[in-house]
């Protein structure tokens, strides 16, 4: 069955630096992939969606890759901020249908 | 992009006990999606739900258990019927559009806590 594995363990990074997290998946070949982002208490908020003839794809602060060989995506924020502090999922589409299996998450924080 | 309320935001039930959560977008929407999120967890699809007609329920969930309407393309109810302390978490409604591969973004309420006594 298709999988999607983030590292459950928090990352915790100082103001200013890159950080990076990471997405595996197995079992499976999606189209595209997406990352949330999730404070607590609320509900996911879309963040960037990367389609599978993309390597890379960048919004302000934050870069995604999308490597279907390796079945990976990495998620990076960079000059992290305090206020960048969050669980971040990522998400992908189930073959032939229009639902979407979610990662753990991974949650960061970032120290001032 | 849609915004998604939902009603209530969180409750306190007793076992034994039914509760009924609306979500509502401002928008038209194609798919809605009820997920559970227990906490430190991922989120959980229960079923998707279907303008006009009964929900797609996911493997270990029902419709005895969760009855799920969609009158119209903005609105959707879910129950959790006949409530036990193992109920207890985060409700999440969402919604998306089908483009040409799928939904490809879903915009999520911001979840109903609920827990049973």
């Known amino acids: 069955s298709q999988k999607i594995e983030q590292n459950s363990e928090a990352l915790n990074i100082q103001e200013g630096k890159t950080a990076t997290l990471t997405c595996n998946y197995t079992n499976y070949s999606p189209a595209y992939l997406q990352w949330y982002r999730q404070d607590p208490g609320r509900g996911p908020v879309f963040l960037l969606l990367i389609r599978e003839n993309e390597k890379e794809k960048r919004k302000e602060r934050l870069k995604v890759t999308f490597d279907t060989t390796l079945k990976q995506s990495l998620f990076h924020i960079t000059a992290s901020q305090p206020a960048d502090s969050a669980t971040y999922l990522c998400?992908?589409?189930?073959?032939?249908?229009?639902?979407?299996?979610f990662g753990t998450g991974t949650r960061l924080k970032v120290l001032a | 992009s849609a915004v998604i309320s939902q009603k209530p935001s969180r409750d306190i039930c007793q076992r034994g006990t039914s509760l009924t959560i609306q979500c509502q977008v401002d928008s038209q929407v194609t798919m809605m999606f009820w997920y559970r999120q227990q906490p430190g967890q991922s989120l959980t699809l229960i079923a998707t739900?279907?303008?006009?007609?009964?929900?797609?329920?996911e493997s270990g969930f029902v419709i005895d258990k969760f009855p799920i309407s969609r009158p119209n393309l903005t609105f959707s109810t879910l129950t959790v019927s006949n409530m036990s302390p193992e109920d207890s978490s985060i409700y999440l409604c969402?919604?998306?559009?089908?483009?040409?591969?799928?939904?490809?973004?879903?915009?999520f309420g911001p979840g109903t806590r609920l827990t049973v006594l």
């Open positions: 998400a992908l589409p189930t073959s032939g249908t229009y639902k979407y299996i």
């Open positions: 969402s919604g998306g559009l089908a483009g040409g591969r799928g939904t490809d973004t879903q915009y």
């Open positions: 739900a279907n303008q006009g007609s009964e929900a797609t329920y």
